[in-house]
């Protein structure tokens, strides 16, 4: 059975005092409104891991993610963040190849394919993001354009690697626009995805990766969501800084 997953994705937000009362409010949450069978991600800026993984400590349904690291495994790279470093604080999962870090960073599948490399070698376990703008889901190439991202970055990696994988699809044209992704317009996308993989890796592999769904994810939409048959579950930005909604798309499966 694939792994049910609802990942915080904090963006650059929060000082210190917010970082640690929004982590003690969904630690203390959780702790009262058990979730079964539900891994939750928290995922904030750098500075935040030590902190945040000293608050989560001892609630086995809370894991700590980062955001992005280096492609380098170490040496004079001055502002990066490697694998290691974020496996030394306790990291077990890390986002990589989020649009925003594609866009505003030029992240190319070439780069991120080396990122997952230093993910999986520091046994992290990497959330490889994928998606499309508005103008490729306009023109209707959609599906080309994401296969073209999981091929470019990851059909190099082995059956093996590969299962340890988390995908995340992202709609990005559904982010901020006023534009919203439907139910079954996420359920067509993460069923080609994991079609996709199939057709590389076969369909046994395909059906243990967990594929979650990155658009506008919250408590009013996310049960819907969650209950199609190729979501496993959410990436989640602006709702990931609120602990009650946060923790109400935790249970919404």
């Not at 080396?114 to 994928?130: D, G, M, V, Y």
């Given at each position: 059975m694939r792994k049910k997953i609802v990942a915080g994705n904090w963006k650059m937000n929060c000082l210190l005092e917010e970082g640690q009362?929004?982590?003690?409010?969904?630690?203390?949450?959780i702790k009262d409104e058990p979730i079964k069978d539900v891994k939750v991600i928290l995922n904030p800026p750098f500075v935040h891991l030590y902190g945040v993984k000293k608050l989560i400590a001892g609630v086995d349904s809370i894991a700590l993610g980062a955001q992005n690291c280096s492609d380098k495994e170490a040496g004079a790279y001055t502002g990066?963040?490697?694998?290691?470093?974020?496996?030394s604080f306790g990291a077990e999962y890390v986002i990589i190849g989020h649009s925003e870090r594609r866009s505003m960073f030029n992240e190319s599948n070439e780069l991120l394919t080396?990122?997952?490399?230093?993910?999986?070698?520091?046994?992290?376990?990497?959330?490889?993001?994928?998606g499309e703008p508005l103008e490729i889901r306009e023109a209707g190439t959609h599906e080309d354009y994401v296969k073209a991202q999981?091929?470019?970055?990851?059909?190099?990696?082995?059956e093996d690697e590969i299962k340890k994988l988390v995908i995340a699809y992202e709609p990005i044209w559904a982010i901020g626009t006023g534009k919203t992704a439907s139910s079954e317009q996420a359920q067509d996308m993460h069923a080609a995805i994991r079609k996709h993989?199939?057709?590389?890796?076969?369909?046994a592999v395909a059906e243990e990766i967990s594929i979650l769904y990155g658009g506008s994810c919250k408590p009013s939409n996310a049960k819907e969501?969650?209950?199609?048959a190729d979501v496993d579950g959410g990436l989640i930005g602006g709702a990931s800084l609120k602990s009650r909604d946060f923790v109400d798309i935790a249970k919404s499966f």
């Open positions: 009362k929004l982590t003690s409010e969904i630690v203390n949450m990066e963040t490697s694998a290691a470093m974020l496996g080396e990122k997952t490399k230093q993910a999986l070698s520091n046994n992290l376990t990497p959330i490889f993001c994928c999981l091929t470019e970055s990851l059909f190099g990696f082995s993989l199939s057709s590389k890796y076969g369909e969501i969650f209950s199609k």
